[in-house]
């Protein structure tokens, strides 16, 4: 299977717990994208790297949110001390910069923080 | 003012009929792409079909067709001969600028397609 994968696909946890969620792009693309979408809404921009480099935060991402994308492969969302409202589907999305810049989606990770 | 803006939060369509799917976008980037992805309930966004602000001609993809009007800045998806596996959720996204760093999705379109 070459395309975007995430795990886990599910995560239940308590409030206040860690967690940590893992995308593995499409090989030779470059850029790396963090969605959060809730139900009945379209995905949310969280970040984005280029290669290891993160070039872009939203808002929307507090300081209990960090990513990281280690040798610009794989990369890392963790969420601290969970709160309800986190519950959402998590998104990842790689891209081969082009003409297009067509983001190509995983199949997310849908947390539920009770 | 939201960049993307899809008014139909339901549709629904006979099989084997088109149907068409409304997206309005805002922008004052001269260069921009348009693109429209499916969500089954699984939950994967599926990229169906893209359209450069450029584009003289609509994008086309097999029943997917792109219908774009740039001076009303809209980006309608056509889906031709529908299929009970078109039924899903269908989101307009837009990119702004030559390479943008960001993509704004509208709401969503829920489509059921009725046998």
């Known amino acids: 299977d070459t395309g975007v994968s995430q795990n886990p696909r599910h995560k239940i946890t308590k409030r206040g717990q860690n967690v940590t969620f893992r995308c593995d792009p499409i090989?030779?693309?470059?850029?790396l994208y963090w969605y959060r979408q809730t139900l009945g809404q379209g995905p949310e921009f969280l970040t984005y790297f280029q290669n290891e480099a993160q070039l872009e935060k939203s808002r929307l991402l507090s300081d209990r949110f960090s990513a990281e994308r280690p040798k610009g492969s794989f990369s890392t969302l963790e969420i601290q001390r969970t709160e309800q409202g986190d519950s959402a589907m998590y998104l990842c999305a790689s891209v081969f910069q082009s003409s297009t810049d067509t983001q190509y989606f995983g199949p997310g990770t849908r947390l539920t923080v009770l | 003012a939201q960049k993307i803006t899809q008014t139909q939060p339901g549709m629904f369509v006979q099989e084997k009929e088109a149907v068409t799917l409304d997206c309005t976008y805002d922008t004052s980037d001269p260069s921009y792409g348009l693109f429209w992805y499916k969500q089954p309930s699984s939950g994967e966004m599926i990229f169906l079909i893209y359209?450069?602000?450029?584009?003289?001609q609509n994008a086309t993809e097999g029943r997917y067709s792109l219908n774009f009007q740039k001076a009303r800045k809209s980006a309608n998806l056509v889906i031709s001969a529908s299929q009970l596996g078109d039924s899903a959720m269908y989101f307009c996204?837009?990119?702004?600028?030559?390479?943008?760093?960001?993509?704004?999705f509208g709401t969503g379109t829920s489509l059921t397609v009725i046998p």
């Open positions: 090989s030779e693309h470059n850029r």
């Open positions: 996204a837009m990119r702004e600028g030559h390479t943008g760093n960001q993509f704004y």
């Open positions: 359209q450069g602000s450029y584009d003289q």
